[in-house]
């Protein structure tokens, strides 16, 4: 006999075990990881007070865990990546209230990958319909899904969904041995300026220093949260993330970090953040005490590079926008998002509107290859 099938919320990750979570998320991406989810809540970075309540949804066959949705209850549309605020604004001069909304996502974390956590086509179906349920039976305008990998991107377009389209750049590693390959690969002008940015950096005695796991100290971590502060404060007012979710991490997911950091006379001065998967390098975040011409650029385009060759991995995420990466070797490639809203006139408002910018933004990457520094076009 099967048994019937229920969704329920979660109030926070803690709520399911975490050998429970991570059985259904798996362990090779480090952002779908329960360590990433947990240390995002307790740490006081993604809650109801800063606007992102946690409201994950579990799908069960009778006691049996089977599918998990991480989602949050938004009271704002910060941090997402997939900026929707003139949709906010256009349904709430129509007389809509679009607060809240419920987001389908990693919390401040602009990375591809999987977010129906489950086996089956036919479970994350289930776990969509639930996602709806919750919206039409609390008054939530919507719902949004971010960043979703190519299963999960069909699984929502045969759904209803609105599939938005964006652009990040990534590089990709085509088989090379050591740095030196990858310029080979280059037009000579663009090879010569990466030698001379490269060298530039690290002019004035700069020393780069590469750690993970047990290497990373709470003192690392006091010296990256002042950058990260720095960087924050300037690019979005306030920062995200609190100083202890970086400890928790380090605590609990130390293996799959890499902190490059840039050393002048035995201090840190500039450093960057990475998450190691299964196959890619993630570079999430920057921030520097002390300016150094193309030390930005050295952190966190050449070192990840570096370390992806090194490592056998075979891309590097280095987060959201940038058309500079492009002269650096990265490359313009789609992003997905998925949307549905509760009001049938204004969701397909937003399918029209997308439909138009999914064009544009094949366009936009189309010209952008054209401009990407190989001697011949990958």
Known sequence: ?????????????????????????????????????????????????TGWQPCHILLEAGDTPIGLLP??????????????????HAYERAGGRYYP???????????????????????????????QNICLNNGFSSLHCTFLNERDKAIAEGAGLAIRKDEQFHWNNDGYH???????TLTSRKRKAIRKEREAALAG?????????????????????????????????????TRSFFSQISETMSEQIVLFLAIRQGKPIAGALNFQGKTALYGRYWGAIEHHPFLHFELCYYQAIDHAIAQGLSRVEAGAQGAHKIARGYVPVA????????????HQAVEDFVSVERDEVE????????????????
């Open 335 to 346: 992003t997905y998002s998925a949307h549905w809203m509760a009001d049938e006139g204004f």
């Open 205 to 241: 005695g700069l020393e780069i220093e590469v750690l993970s796991g047990p290497n990373i100290t709470e003192a690392h971590w006091d010296a990256f949260f002042d950058f990260y502060q720095d960087t924050g404060a300037r690019k979005w007012g306030t920062p995200y993330l």
């Open 1 to 49: 006999m099967t048994s019937p099938l229920r969704a329920r919320i979660l109030n926070a990750a803690a709520d399911l075990d975490v050998s429970v979570w991570n059985s259904l998320a798996g362990t090779d991406h480090p952002f779908t990881r329960y360590e990433f989810f947990h240390a995002l809540e307790a740490s006081g970075s993604a809650t109801a007070q």
């Open 71 to 88: 989602a949050y209850l938004k009271s704002h549309s910060y941090g997402e990546y997939v900026f929707d605020h003139n949709w906010a």
């Open 178 to 184: 050591h740095f030196e390959d990858f310029l080979t």
């Open 101 to 131: 909304k419920l987001q389908m996502s990693v919390p401040f974390t602009p990375a591809t990958g999987p977010r129906f956590l489950c086996q089956t086509e036919e479970q994350a179906g289930q776990l969509i319909q639930a996602a």
């Open 363 to 378: 366009f936009q990457i189309k010209h952008l290859s054209r401009h990407a520094p190989f001697k011949k076009q990958p």
